[in-house]
């Protein structure tokens, strides 16, 4: 007995017949290259960690909290002196990488938006908001209200970029030796507070949102100079100029 004659009818008829149309489905003798809907699900959800944690999802800031990715610190001077870690001073500049709904007010309800957006980089205090771990890299959760200054990603903070939010005002101190009135010079130090508290107003925000939703104009405008509160203000420094970002009720007078 021919050893083809023991195989089932059909079968034996695809064996002698190549040109079949049977052989033209593949989808009955050749398995799938594709993954299952499972493993595509898998392979595309992207896990974020905070402090070590996993997610499901991204983080979304809440309120008018901000998202934003620490500026490394430079870990050696200009001069190439490779500083400890007690000496490297704390980075207070980052990009935002996301940005709540925004608040409302405490008193009327009126949506107050976050007025920074997403890829701006931003000077803020040094004490101001919470630290985290996001992604194994070092971001920060702030207010907008903590934010001193704005400027365009990818660029050097200078006074042609810089923008100033809310009521505060951008003034570049005046460090000049003040004078006695017998002619003595006095040198900053030697004055009863730490830095000068006057200077020349080089930008402004746009004013205060109050409760109706309205914008407040601002009192004081670029190149007024002014004498505000001592230890008022937090100080920035731009091209190697001294600048410090004060609130507009902290200034006590115009000249």
């Known amino acids: 007995m021919s050893p083809l004659s023991s195989l089932p009818k059909l079968l034996l008829l695809l064996l002698l017949a190549p040109a079949s149309p049977f052989l033209n489905m593949p989808s009955f003798f050749t398995p799938s290259l594709s993954p299952s809907p499972s493993t595509q ?19 979304v800031p809440a309120n008018d909290f901000m998202l934003v990715k620490i500026t490394e610190a430079p870990k050696e001077t200009s001069g190439g002196i490779v500083l400890t870690k007690g000496a490297v001073a704390k980075s207070t500049t980052g990009q935002i990488l996301a940005t709540g709904p925004g608040r409302f007010h405490s008193e009327t309800g009126v949506p107050l938006p976050v007025d920074i957006e997403k890829g701006e980089q931003v000077v803020y205090g040094q004490y101001d908001g919470t630290e985290i771990k996001y992604d194994g890299g070092d971001h920060t959760l702030i207010r907008a209200g903590d934010v001193l200054v704005a400027y365009p990603g990818g660029e050097e903070l200078s006074e042609s970029n810089v923008r100033v939010l809310q009521d505060r005002l951008l003034v570049k101190i005046d460090t000049t030796e003040a004078a006695t009135p017998g002619g003595l ?15 020349e107003v080089v930008a402004t925000g746009p004013g205060r949102v109050a409760g109706t939703g309205d914008r407040i104009e601002m009192t004081i405008k670029k190149g007024d100079m002014v004498k505000f509160r001592d230890y008022a203000g937090n100080e920035v420094k731009m091209e190697g100029e001294e600048y410090s970002v004060v609130g507009l009720n902290d200034v006590l007078c115009v000249y």
């Open 41 to 59: 699900g898998t392979a595309l959800l992207a896990t974020h960690t905070l402090d070590g944690r996993t997610l499901s999802a991204e983080l």
């Open 185 to 199: 010079l006095i040198a900053p130090s030697a004055s009863k507070q730490t830095r000068p508290s006057v200077g």
